[in-house]
């Protein structure tokens, strides 16, 4: 089992004025590790760290390249996403921020 170290400084494996989003290994394993799970209907949706700066998940669902600001991004603020957004009651929305 691997531990998550939420004291971990992601700069402190960043090269200096990169975003840590991009360039620290750790945040990137740690995303691997919190994002790689079985989906509702039973698919292992595993992530490979095979690509520089990206996470991709290849299967029969298809292929997805991700960064970690597309895997927590909730669109909320995406006037063009507002038909799908308002959609979702409120207090999601906010519960979401409160659990990152």
């Avoid at 989003?21 to 292992?44: C, E, F």
Wanted: charged content about 25%; proline content about 7%; hydrophobic content about 35%.
């Amino acid at each position: 089992m691997t531990i998550i170290d939420t004291n971990f400084d992601v700069y402190s494996d960043t090269p200096k004025g990169r975003d840590p989003d991009s360039y620290s290994a750790t945040l990137r394993k740690y995303h691997q590790i919190l994002w790689s799970k079985p989906l509702p209907n039973g698919v292992m949706f595993g992530l490979e760290d095979n690509i520089p700066r990206l996470l991709q998940h290849k299967s029969e669902l298809g292929e997805f390249l991700l960064s970690s600001d597309s895997i927590g991004h909730t669109y909320s603020k995406v006037k063009s996403m507002s038909p799908i957004v308002d959609q979702i009651p409120s207090e999601e929305i906010k519960a979401f921020f409160f659990c990152l």
